[in-house]
């Protein structure tokens, strides 16, 4: 249905991955938002396919939240619709079919949740065996993967008499670290936009230019007539610049949302900022875009 516009909620680790795939295969993008554990982005009706098969092989939370454009409000009438029809038909249908499941297989890492799976499906046991009366199996799969924070995916599906389940455990985001313990040093160029020393001495203040390798804490330390040497603990967070340009044409609004979407993919650390301006006017239009991000360093 051309002039449809999907809204998604995705979850899951390496985000910016997906978002630079959907820019390799030209799904267009807009209206992108990121908080702390999703994305939420807007796409044609008709990129919907490449979104899920490119996302099919990873690990990914992925949820339909809305619509947008001028057949939004037909859609959301017919899908209405459809549910009150469909729940009506699945009704019949369990009530004439055998639908019971005898068996739940568990893979990859499903079998260390086993407990939360069993506890949010025991609803569906009947006489010992699961019975699983909902059409949309994504519903069971989201309340398993709400029951904990460690899991990062999780599938169910249903074939023959047994419910399939995978589950992925979340993977712990490795953490900047100095190596050795008398100095803190930076990883990267930037300016300090905070710092906390809890052992050693600060060999720099708050907005300070530090260039990767300078010195940050070190373990010195002065109290009164005496030195002497100590571990350097503490952690600084340094504000870094990275620039860019982006060529595309279409809507000045899209461009700069594909053009920020982008920025997620290229840099490491949280991002403060990102302001985008025209550099050259033509029939493909060039965006400077300037992302202002923090990198935390610490031990």
């Known amino acids: 249905m051309n002039g449809l516009l999907i809204r998604y909620k995705i979850s899951g680790g390496r985000l910016e991955y997906l978002l630079k795939w959907l820019h390799d295969k030209n799904v267009e993008i807009r209206d992108v938002k990121v908080d702390e554990s999703a994305i939420f982005l807007t796409i044609e009706q008709k990129d919907s396919k490449k979104l899920f098969a490119i996302s ?35 009704i019949i ?14 893979l990859a890492d499903a079998a260390e949740f086993k407990s939360e799976i069993e506890r949010e499906i025991a ?3 009947t006489s010992g065996f699961f019975r699983v009366f909902e059409n949309d199996y994504s519903a069971v799969a989201e309340r398993i993967a709400k029951s904990s924070e460690e899991i990062a995916f999780i599938s169910v599906k249903k074939s023959g008499k ?4 995978e589950a992925h455990r979340a993977k712990e985001e490795p953490q900047v670290k100095a190596i050795k313990k008398d100095k803190i040093v930076s990883t990267v160029n930037g300016t300090v936009g905070r710092i906390t020393v809890l052992g050693g001495t600060a060999r720099v203040g708050v907005g300070d230019e530090v260039k990767k390798g300078d010195v940050i804490i070190d373990g010195g330390y002065t ?53 985008a301006e025209v550099k050259n006017e033509g029939e493909r239009k060039i965006w400077g875009v300037k992302v202002l991000y923090s990198v935390w360093i610490y031990e």
Do not use: W
């Open 56 to 90: 099919s092989n990873m690990c990914y939370n992925i949820k339909k939240i809305g619509y947008k454009g001028k057949y939004a409000p037909i859609k959301i009438l017919s899908e209405k619709i459809g549910l009150a029809i469909g729940g009506l038909l699945f």
């Open 93 to 106: 249908g369990a009530v004439i079919s055998d639908n019971s499941i005898k068996d739940v297989v568990y």
């Open 123 to 125: 609803g569906e046991i």
């Open 162 to 165: 047994r419910l399939i389940v």
């Open 223 to 275: 109290h009164g007539d005496k030195s002497g040497e100590t571990y350097a603990l503490g952690e600084a967070e340094i504000i870094c610049e990275y620039e860019y340009e982006y060529e595309g044409v279409g809507e000045d609004a899209a461009i700069i949302s594909r053009a920020k979407a982008l920025a997620l993919t290229e840099v490491q650390g949280e991002i403060k900022s990102m302001l």
